[in-house]
């Protein structure tokens, strides 16, 4: 079983600046089948990111993603104060596993 | 308005069932992949189970194979998680979710409903 590991586990920016997220596969992985979910408190998980790189539907062009291979990269460019969340990386390979999630807080 | 409205959590006992709904709404329901995502308290998301657009085919990961059970209706524009031999651990919020087979991703959800297994 494919396993996903995101790092940092809390990143502390300030509105304005830039947030790189990584997402590391035990294995190598099709990019295809690699997405990224926003998660605010108290709300389910909202889809950022298909196919590695592909933004979903209404998603501001500030996001964006990255990578192939066992290396996955979301980045966050210009911080907004509603873009304070638990971001979470998700594979399909034979199952669907999900990454332990990165906490981005204001510094 | 793409819309999933989960109900059906509560309070119940180990040992006990419930089963859960997802009323969808705003697309061709039967024509969509659908699955149930699981996010204990403080805790990350973890999948539960998944049935495809014709429900002939399901999917659980060890767990809960044997315990849970997907269904749908596509008449009616429902999805279904009927849980047995419930554990403190199955504790969590239950989130319905939209699975394009395209991209395996999930990109529509619902807002949760909460399950809680104590005595």
């Known amino acids: 079983e494919i396993v996903l590991t995101q790092s940092p586990g809390t990143l502390s920016l300030s509105p304005g600046e830039r947030a790189t997220l990584s997402c590391r596969a035990s294995q190598s992985i099709s990019s295809s089948y690699l997405a990224w979910y926003q998660q605010k408190p108290g709300q389910a998980p909202r889809l950022l990111i298909y196919?590695?790189?592909s933004r979903a539907t209404g998603i501001p062009d500030r996001f964006s993603g990255s990578g192939s291979g066992t290396d996955f990269t979301l980045t966050i460019n210009g911080l907004e104060p509603e873009d304070f969340a638990v971001y979470y990386c998700q594979h399909y390979g034979s199952s669907y596993t999900f990454g332990q999630g990165t906490k981005l807080e204001i510094k | 308005e793409v819309q999933l409205l989960e109900s059906g959590g509560g309070l119940v006992q180990p040992g006990g069932s419930l089963r859960l709904s997802c009323a969808a709404s705003g697309f061709t329901f039967s024509s969509y992949v659908m699955s149930w995502v699981r996010q204990a308290p403080g805790k990350g998301l973890e999948w539960v189970s998944t049935i495809d657009a014709g429900g002939g085919s399901t999917y659980y990961p060890d767990p809960m194979k044997g315990r849970f059970t997907i269904s749908r209706d596509n008449s009616n524009n429902t999805l279904y998680l009927q849980m047995n031999s419930l554990r403190a651990e199955d504790t969590a919020m239950y989130y319905c979710?939209?699975?394009?087979?395209?991209?395996?991703?999930?990109?529509?959800w619902g807002q949760g409903t909460m399950v809680t297994v104590s005595s």
């Open positions: 979710a939209r699975a394009p087979r395209l991209y395996r991703s999930f990109d529509i």
């Open positions: 196919g590695a790189s």
